[in-house]
């Protein structure tokens, strides 16, 4: 995904539709509300992109539904007019998930914000999919209560959208991924159907399609609810950063860290460059040095006492050059703020800057960051590393020069290299950020066409005119009931109820 | 009936393509539904290699038919497990632990086996291999075929192999017991004081409850935790229930008195997670008046019961899993009449 820093031109990939008929905008609207369907040209701009800023559609209108009955109205009129439908949330995925179909009714959720209930003893919570991430560990921490998933964009972005792409964070790494703290989903069919996935009442016999659900990109259908486990807080977190000679020493900690049976709560990798920009952003004293690990571990206070002397002395052998420990929760948060900031601190140093998103097996750490290096000085560009080092979840920001197009070709052939290189190692092209419109082609160098069919299944089982975010995460269209081979056209397709985008 | 044991999971994908005609997956039979007679059982018994371990990343892949125990052992050489502890671990297979959703008393704190599974290959109906996840503990590429397979009884495909995420074993180790105790008075206190059980469950026969806590880890935690709970004797943990007829059930956690006097005629040994509202009710024979008593007042509380074979009335998405079924397995061959759909 491409990042631009303000002013920067650069060419869009840009693509438009025939304006939306007016009898078709007055039905939406109806169902909405005059001000909530948004088809003026200068407003549908805003929505022309999520955080994926390099490609822009425009939709054929904007939908800012307030509740489950309108997503089904709008969902029906959709489903009678034959238009696809693309979801979203806050806007700040970083695959292009969010980006419309020229044409598409966009299906804005921001207005869904209500929490609906709080239940401490059975440890769930029931919100709409328009409420920020953030906002969640917000409403129940006075309480002593948090919701763990944990996005470096969480203050902005939605819950539904993490539903969507099944966002991880920096504390994933103890606590697991959105899937594994959302226990039942309400969402719209394609037909206009309200369907209840899972619940607070675990393991009904069902298929898990909650667990299907989360993660499938907008593809399956329109989640109007969600019920979260919310976690109680743990009585102590113990912080550390260290510094290391070079990224290999660095990766050694973490593998001696995790070989030693300690499960941190979260072990971040910054190299030098991400370590500049991070100083630039927030004012964080950090030395330039080539490798830095930023680690929590939290749970009850004398365990962590023990975790956290015993992961220092790990980093100490493995060569650390300083250890800091924060005096107080301000400093904590100061040195977290550098760490969640990386990514947008990058535009300070750079003109441009892709973001990957790759994971490896975490001992492979050390040959990975050799090998990108190597990539960079082949390609003559520069690489900052910041990354989730404990699951293995890597981001190299390649920076470029938008301004010379033969640069900004070598950058992207250069972030594709990083995923095969990622793929080589036994890893996946994405471990939070989606496979969208971004990653689609290379969805067919992880899978083979057997895996991507049986996938599909799960499309046609939710989908079958595949109306939600077509075009997005698999690599080549194909409609249900197709058979491999030859193209013919699908019953569908000749009725113009579906296309190939 | 033909019965085969295949000795390789390309001998599954002939068997499949060829069309052995209606099939039912064997493992170690602890959790198989009864249902109607297949032509043909595949037998996991041979499919018993750990295909790949890494100790380094905590990242395991075994074909389906190895079984828990030897899986356990494999990995305690290492020091490290799966964080996943079904009833009868010598028979129950890892194939078969996905398919019926297997767990125990260490779902307190690790979930269940969708939380720890990061990847799986499996054959369809028409012997079709694919796979799906991968073999890194975080991956979002495609639709989470892992999580599908979790539960579904082998009536989406064949479970070939699966790729969990291991935990380190723990140095230290207490059991504490409560006995009379209320099971949600006893969440409640164990959060206040913000203790981390790895395990907990309440035992139940008649009206009163045991309740038992776990706490693992490193020995300095360990020994804090169990120096806030003074009050509570240090036990051994309890034995897994012996009985024919296993139910399985849940509610809300708030629920356990209701759920107590519910399942109280079934004369049924009770094991209730008081922190998952999860249970299993252990009994020589069933009496199927107090079986479907029991259900209908737990679906009254928003709860479910079911005995394997019996699901009780259909989930609200029945159309829409019906759905995924006809995908998958258009012809119905795989395990028919074993589960809801």
């Given at each position: 995904m491409k990042q631009e820093t303000p002013g920067a031109t650069q060419a869009e990939h840009k693509q438009q539709a025939p304006p939306l008929p007016a009898d078709l905008v007055r039905r939406f609207a109806a169902v909405v509300g005059e001000g909530y369907a948004i088809c003026k040209p200068e407003q549908l701009h805003t929505y022309e992109?999520?955080?994926?800023?390099s490609f822009r559609v425009t939709p054929g209108i904007v939908v800012l539904p307030e509740s489950t009955e309108e997503v089904v109205g709008c969902v029906k009129i959709a489903h009678e007019a034959g238009l696809p439908i693309v979801a979203r949330g806050s806007g700040t995925g970083l695959s292009g998930g969010a980006l419309p179909v020229p044409g598409c009714v966009l299906m804005g959720l921001s207005r869904m914000r209500k929490i609906l209930e709080v239940d401490y003893d059975n440890a769930f919570m029931r919100v709409q999919p328009g409420v920020i991430n953030l906002d969640v560990s917000r409403h129940i921490g006075p309480q002593g209560w948090y919701y763990a998933p944990d996005p470096s964009s969480q203050s902005v972005c939605s819950i539904g959208g993490n539903v969507a792409e099944n966002s991880g964070g920096a504390h994933c790494l103890k606590y697991g991924f959105t899937v594994n703290h959302v226990l039942g989903l309400r969402m719209v069919l394609q037909d206009g159907s309200v369907v209840d996935l899972?619940?607070?009442?675990?393991?009904?016999?069902?298929?898990?399609l909650t667990g299907v659900v989360v993660g499938s990109e907008g593809l399956l259908g329109i989640v109007t609810e969600v019920v979260l486990r919310i976690l109680r807080k743990p009585e102590a977190t113990r912080t550390f950063f260290a510094t290391f000679p070079s990224t290999t020493e660095a990766g050694n900690a973490v593998s001696a860290i995790i070989a030693s049976g300690i499960v941190p709560a979260a072990i971040e990798m910054m190299d030098t460059l991400a370590i500049v920009a991070a100083k630039a952003a927030?004012?964080?004293?950090?030395?330039?040095?080539a490798a830095a690990l930023l680690m929590d571990v939290d749970g009850v206070a004398d365990e962590c006492e023990h975790t956290s002397a015993n992961a220092i002395e790990l980093a100490r052998k493995a060569g650390a050059l300083e250890i800091r420990v924060p005096k107080d929760t301000a400093e904590r948060e100061l040195m977290w703020k550098g760490r969640k900031s990386a990514f947008a601190a990058v535009g300070r140093i750079a003109r441009n800057y892709l973001v990957q998103d790759g994971v490896i097996p975490r001992s492979e750490i050390a040959v990975v960051l050799q090998e990108i290096a190597a990539l960079g000085q082949r390609y003559g560009l520069q690489v900052a590393n910041v990354f989730h080092a404990g699951d293995g979840n890597l981001h190299p920001l390649v920076l470029f020069d938008g301004r010379d197009p033969e640069e900004e070709r070598k950058a992207e052939e250069m972030s594709g290299e990083i995923l095969r290189t990622c793929l080589r190692h036994g890893?996946?092209?994405?471990?939070?950020?989606?496979?969208?419109?971004?990653?689609a082609p290379y969805m067919a160098e992880m899978f083979t066409a057997q895996d991507l069919e049986t996938m599909q299944l799960v499309r046609c089982a939710f989908d079958p005119a595949q109306r939600f975010n077509p075009g997005k995460m698999f690599p080549s269209p194909r409609l249900c009931g197709d058979r491999p081979g030859l193209y013919r056209p699908h019953p569908s397709e000749l009725s113009g109820e579906a296309w190939r985008a | 009936m033909a019965r085969v044991t295949p000795g390789s999971i390309d001998e599954v994908e002939a068997l499949l393509a060829q069309g052995a005609g209606s099939v039912l997956f064997v493992g170690g039979g602890t959790a198989m539904p009864p249902g109607p007679p297949v032509e043909t059982e595949i037998s996991t018994a041979r499919l018993d290699r750990v295909v790949e371990y890494t100790p380094a990343d905590q990242v395991v892949t075994v074909e389906c038919g190895v079984t828990l125990a030897h899986l356990q052992g494999e990995l305690a050489k290492n020091g490290q497990r799966l964080a996943l502890d079904p009833p009868q671990p010598e028979k129950a297979t890892l194939g078969g632990i996905v398919a019926a959703n297997s767990f125990g008393p260490l779902r307190t704190r690790y979930g269940s086996v969708r939380d720890l599974i990061i990847g799986v290959s499996v054959v369809r109906a028409d012997g079709t291999r694919a796979k799906g996840g991968?073999?890194?503990?975080k991956t979002v590429a495609g639709f989470d075929l892992p999580k599908l397979m979790c539960g579904s009884y082998g009536t989406l495909a064949f479970i070939a192999t699966a790729t969990f995420r291991v935990h380190p074993v723990p140095e230290s180790t207490v059991t504490l017991r409560a006995r009379g105790g209320n099971p949600v008075e006893v969440v409640r206190r164990v959060r206040a004081l913000q203790l981390e059980p790895t395990a907990m469950i309440a035992l139940g026969e008649g009206t009163g409850w045991d309740v038992y806590l776990r706490f693992e880890g490193f020995a300095a935690g360990v020994r804090a935790q169990r120096g806030k709970l003074p009050e509570l004797e240090e036990v051994d943990w309890p034995g897994t229930a012996e009985g024919t007829v296993r139910i399985r059930f849940g509610a809300l956690p708030t629920h356990a008195a209701q759920v107590a006097r519910a399942l109280g005629p079934l004369r049924a040994r009770i094991e209730w997670l008081p922190m998952a509202g999860l249970g299993f009710a252990t009994c020589a024979a069933v009496d199927r008046g107090a079986l479907e008593a029991a259900r209908r007042e737990l679906t009254a509380l928003g709860g479910w019961l079911t005995v394997p074979g019996d699901w009780g009335p259909g989930p609200a998405s029945i159309a829409l899993q019906r759905s995924v079924k006809k995908q998958f397995d258009p012809r119905g061959v795989l395990a028919p009449g074993r589960f809801v759909v």
């Open positions: 992109s999520d955080g994926l800023a899972g619940g607070a009442v675990l393991d009904r016999p069902e298929y898990d927030t004012g964080v004293d950090w030395p330039e040095v890893g996946s092209i994405t471990g939070e950020h989606g496979v969208g419109a971004d990653k | 991968g073999k890194v503990v």
